[in-house]
């Protein structure tokens, strides 16, 4: 009895491509820095940045299919960066609030 899905996903047929879970796998870090990236900009910037950032990295390095969705998130993590830069900057503190 197996309870998880084999590493590889192969057909019946002998020339089909394999496609490896790791790319299935950077597809949905790309997808998950994008969002993540997205909602850091208003919300948690100073967690969601770093880790948009990271899983893009990770996306990226992988081979992703999905690499617009990761470059995105590696710029949105950027900014929602300098977006905690530029109102820690206006407040004159380390954390900034409306």
Do not use: C, E, H, Y
Not at 69 to 77: E, T, V, W
């Amino acid at each position: 009895m197996q309870l998880t899905a084999p590493a590889t996903s192969t057909t019946t047929d002998n020339n089909a491509d394999v496609k490896p879970t790791g790319r299935r796998d950077a597809d949905g870090m790309a997808v998950a820095s994008f969002i993540l990236g997205l909602v850091g900009l208003l919300v948690l910037n100073v967690f969601l940045g770093p880790i948009a950032i990271a899983l893009a990295g990770v996306a990226l390095w992988r081979g992703t299919v999905r690499r617009g969705r990761a470059f995105l998130g590696l710029g949105l993590g950027i900014a929602d960066l300098l977006v905690l830069v530029a109102f820690m900057q206006l407040d004159s503190t380390v954390s900034w609030s409306f």
